[in-house]
Every structure is written in C-alpha cells, then in structure tokens.
C-alpha cells in the first residue's frame, strides 16, 4: 500500500513524524514523505529531531508568503509529486493552508485522503484565521477523519460526515515518548544556564496570523507589565521567524533582563521546557494540547479555541488579547498559589500515546476492505 504523508509548517510535522515512524515499521506500508516547504528551518528542526529524511521536498516558502501564493504553489507542485509517487492514500494533518492545498491536490487525482487531527472547530471562520476554514475545507475533501477526541468526531456528525470517523487521540503524545527525558540537558545555552528553581519561568509564543499587528501588541505590553510586577519571574519567548512577529516582539520586549527573546527552539528542547516551567501563555493550537499533559497551566492569548476539552478539564484558561485581560489573569495565577494549584494539574483529554498505532491500524484495514 502506497502512502504519502504531506506535511510543510512545525506542527504539522511534530505531530505527523510519530505517525511515519510507525508506518515505516509495517512493510505492508510503502511510506514517502512529501515535505510542502511552506516552512523551511522551523521544519528542517523538526525532520532533524525524529531523524526522518523527506522524500520530496516542494520547497515553496518565499518571506513573507500569502495565503494565496502558498496555496497556488503547493497545487502546482503536488500535481507533478502525486503522478510520480502515485499513492493509494494521501495523509494531511490539522488546519494549515499546506492541508488544504495537498488534500485538494489529491481530491484532483481522485486520490483518497485520509485527515489526521480531525473535526477540531471554533464554529467562527475567521478565528482561528485561514485554519478554521482550511480545517472544514480538508474535512470536506478527506475520505478518513482521524478525530483526536470524541467531541471532535461529534463535530463532523454534525456535519452530516456519515463514515469513517475514528477516534484515536493525537499523535502530539506520541511525540513525547521520543522528545521528553527526565535527564534531558538542553542544547540551547540559555535554556541550560536558566534558574528552574529560583526563577518562575513563563514560556511565551505567539505568532498567529489574526493575532498580528494590534493583538500582538497588546500581548507584549502585557508581557512587559508582568515583568516589571513579579521580578523573580523569567520569560522564555522563541519567537517565530515571521517578520511581522518579530519586528513587534523584538521592538516591545527586547533589552528586558527578565525576558528571554530566543531563536525557534528544537522540538526536544521544546517539550523539555514546557516540562520544567512554571506556566504558558500562548496563542498556539499544539501548546494548548502539550502543556496541560505536564500539569502546567495554560493562558491562552485568543479569543476562543478549537480545544475545548483542556479548558474544562480546567488547565486551560482563554484570556482574548487586550492588555489588561492578559495582564489580570496572569497576575492571578502569580500572586494566588492556591488558584495557581487549581490549574496546575496534569490532565491529558488527547490520548495514550498510541494514536499513530491506531490510525496504521485503520489504515491497513482500509486496503484490506478494498480487496
Ligand atoms: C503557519 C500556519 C498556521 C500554523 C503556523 C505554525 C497557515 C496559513 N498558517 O502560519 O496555521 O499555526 O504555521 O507555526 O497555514 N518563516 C521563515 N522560516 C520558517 C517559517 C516561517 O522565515 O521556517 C517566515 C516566512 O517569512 C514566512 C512567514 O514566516 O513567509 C509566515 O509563514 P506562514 O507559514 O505563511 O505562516 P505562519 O504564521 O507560520
Ligand atoms: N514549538 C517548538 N519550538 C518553538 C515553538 C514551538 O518546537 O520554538 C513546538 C510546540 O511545542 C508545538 C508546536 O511547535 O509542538 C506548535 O507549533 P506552532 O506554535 O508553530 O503552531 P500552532 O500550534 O500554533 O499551529
């Protein structure tokens, strides 16, 4: 059975390389990887840190890219990827424009996709901005819908999706059986050198597209007004390679002696940090997921979530993206040890570390119905 796994930005790529992994383990499995590039170094950590090595590589990021350049480039390459791998199955993971654009690609060649992290929704277009569209779009085209939780399989009932929905958890916790150690020495310096027991460390990312401009701001001032309050707190902030982040991040926050403005992280040393730090606050999808497994809480700088299960388990707070919202709830966690405590609990609603297994399993299966 022929497989090609399509994936191009960070996330995607730490929650679709445990799933590779374990397709290369089946021989009944011919499985290629076909690398979108719509990111370049932030996915080349990725590939480095789970050892795999990619078998096409469309290679289309341009600085600065729009929507609509990623999404035209991607359908030009993957037409020629998609004649020459000929697969049986496509495989896209999540909400990116590189899902979208792989699944349609595919649906063009009458290819099967199968949409791993599935029937995740806000129930708002244009928040989470293009995911939340991107995500219904993929659901729209994909022939198997890998839900990570059973709310996320009853989103795509509601659609009238009628078959083929498997609940499976997310590959994410699968990722950590690989990245996470109890002896792990951080490979970035400052993370090695950082104070885990004096210092309170808040690791900080932020980079979504509707949260630029005005939101990020917001977000940094806010940062800043934690730091000049609670002086034993250290903030860890790699921040993303986009421009437009980081012309807003570097210009409010840097030359602070209490925060950290660090380089994309590897993965490992990514998780690893999550693991020893006192809290998060965050605008991103997989951080949402993550943290709560290592009882950390969770700040979210959104507006809403398409991860609602975190949330009521109680790890996970959404604080929208004004500057005093931010700075509040965030103060409340660092002056309350008790409300801090409340929140920090390890609750984990997306899985035993076993989805990639099951989605290989359904996969073989699906051939062997075919027969
Ligand atoms: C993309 C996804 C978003 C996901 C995020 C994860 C879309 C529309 N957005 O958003 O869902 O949450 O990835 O990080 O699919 N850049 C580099 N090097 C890199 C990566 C990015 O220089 O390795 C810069 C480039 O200038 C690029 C810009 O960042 O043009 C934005 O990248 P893009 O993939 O368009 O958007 P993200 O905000 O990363
Ligand atoms: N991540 C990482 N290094 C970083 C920042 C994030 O490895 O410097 C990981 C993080 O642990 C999570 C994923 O990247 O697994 C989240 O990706 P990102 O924030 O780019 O996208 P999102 O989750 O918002 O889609």
């Known amino acids: 059975m022929r497989v090609l796994a399509v994936f191009g930005t960070r996330p995607e790529a730490i929650k679709m390389c445990p799933l590779v992994l374990e397709m290369k383990k089946h021989k009944e499995i011919d499985c290629k990887v076909c690398l979108t590039g719509q990111h370049r170094e932030m996915l080349r950590q990725v590939m480095e840190a789970f050892r795999i090595q990619e078998d096409y590589n469309l290679d289309i990021m341009q600085e600065r890219q729009t929507l609509t350049t990623i999404t035209i480039s991607i359908l030009e390459k993957m037409n020629i990827v998609l004649l020459e791998a000929k697969p049986d199955i496509v495989l896209v993971h999540g909400d990116t424009t590189t899902s979208f654009a792989a699944a349609l690609a595919a649906f063009y060649q009458q290819i099967s996709v199968g949409h791993v992290e599935a029937g995740l929704r806000t129930g708002n277009i244009y928040s989470p901005f293009p995911e939340e569209m991107n995500r219904l779009l993929t659901g729209r085209i994909a022939t198997y819908h890998f839900a990570p939780t059973k709310r996320n399989g009853e989103n795509l009932v509601k659609e009238n999706v009628k078959k083929n929905i498997f609940i499976t958890g997310n590959t994410v916790i699968d990722a950590f059986k690989i990245t996470v150690k109890n002896d792990y020495k951080f490979s970035n310096p400052v993370l090695q050198e950082l104070d885990y027991a004096k210092n309170r460390v808040i690791l900080v990312t932020a980079h979504r597209?509707?949260?630029?401009?005005?939101?990020?701001?917001?977000?940094?001032?806010?940062?800043?007004?934690?730091?000049?309050?609670?002086?034993?707190?250290?903030?860890?902030?790699?921040?993303?390679?986009?421009?437009?982040?980081?012309?807003?991040?570097?210009?409010?926050?840097?030359?602070?002696?209490?925060?950290?403005?660090?380089?994309?992280?590897?993965?490992?040393?990514?998780?690893?940090?999550?693991?020893?730090?006192?809290?998060?606050?965050?605008?991103?999808?997989?951080?949402?997921?993550?943290?709560?497994?290592?009882?950390?809480?969770?700040?979210?700088?959104?507006?809403?979530?398409?991860?609602?299960?975190?949330?009521?388990?109680?790890?996970?707070?959404?604080?929208?993206?004004?500057?005093?919202?931010?700075?509040?709830?965030?103060?409340?966690?660092?002056?309350?040890?008790?409300?801090?405590?409340?929140?920090?609990?390890?609750?984990?609603?997306?899985?035993?570390?076993?989805?990639?297994?099951?989605?290989?399993?359904?996969?073989?299966?699906?051939?062997?119905?075919?027969?």
């Open 209 to 371: 597209r509707e949260n630029l401009g005005e939101p990020l701001e917001q977000i940094c001032r806010a940062l800043k007004r934690l730091t000049k309050r609670y002086p034993d707190i250290k903030i860890v902030y790699p921040v993303h390679l986009n421009p437009t982040v980081r012309e807003t991040v570097y210009r409010i926050l840097h030359n602070n002696s209490q925060v950290e403005l660090l380089e994309p992280l590897d993965v490992l040393d990514m998780h690893n940090l999550i693991a020893r730090s006192f809290m998060v606050m965050t605008d991103s999808g997989g951080l949402q997921e993550e943290a709560p497994s290592f009882g950390k809480p969770v700040l979210v700088m959104r507006t809403e979530t398409e991860r609602p299960e975190a949330v009521e388990a109680g790890t996970v707070k959404i604080t929208g993206v004004k500057e005093e919202d931010i700075f509040n709830v965030a103060s409340g966690l660092l002056s309350n040890l008790e409300k801090y405590s409340q929140m920090a609990k390890a609750v984990n609603p997306y899985g035993d570390g076993h989805a990639s297994e099951k989605i290989v399993k359904i996969i073989l299966k699906s051939k062997a119905n075919k027969k």
